[in-house]
């Protein structure tokens, strides 16, 4: 079992730049994917980017546009999601999810999920 606690979040001005965390209660390296999806209020939950267990980025989602950067630790368990260039589109619950998905961009490949941090972007 592998529990997920996100943090980072808040409300930032566009333009802004946050850093998202994602704490797992067991050794990253045990989970083959690891990946933030987020959820605006009335939207579909949408991927944002994977990373596989060797640290090679799989997939970001089109709308990053390079300004968001995933990478993992796993001596330390974490996933982080560093975000610059924050537009307030970007404003939604952001989770973080492991698992091992055959499509790192479905969220029907995740096994595990937090319970998800806000990030609200002011304009």
């Known amino acids: 079992q592998v529990q997920l606690v996100e943090s980072g979040g808040g409300l930032v001005q566009a333009g802004g730049s946050l850093r998202l965390s994602c704490a797992a209660s067991?050794?990253?390296?045990?989970?083959?994917?690891m990946a933030w999806f987020r959820q605006a209020p009335g939207k579909e939950r949408e991927f944002v980017a994977a990373?596989?267990?060797?640290?090679?980025?799989?997939n970001y989602g089109d709308f990053v546009k390079g300004r968001f950067t995933i990478s993992r630790d796993n001596t330390k368990s974490t996933v982080t999601l560093q975000m610059n260039g924050l537009k307030p589109e970007d404003t939604a619950a952001y989770y973080c999810?492991?698992?091992?998905?055959?499509?790192?961009?479905?969220?029907?490949?995740?096994?595990?999920w937090g319970q998800g941090t806000q990030v609200t972007v002011s304009s």
């Open positions: 067991t050794r990253a390296s045990s989970t083959a994917v």
């Open positions: 990373i596989n267990r060797s640290g090679f980025v799989l």
């Open positions: 999810a492991a698992g091992a998905p055959f499509n790192s961009r479905s969220q029907s490949g995740y096994d595990f």
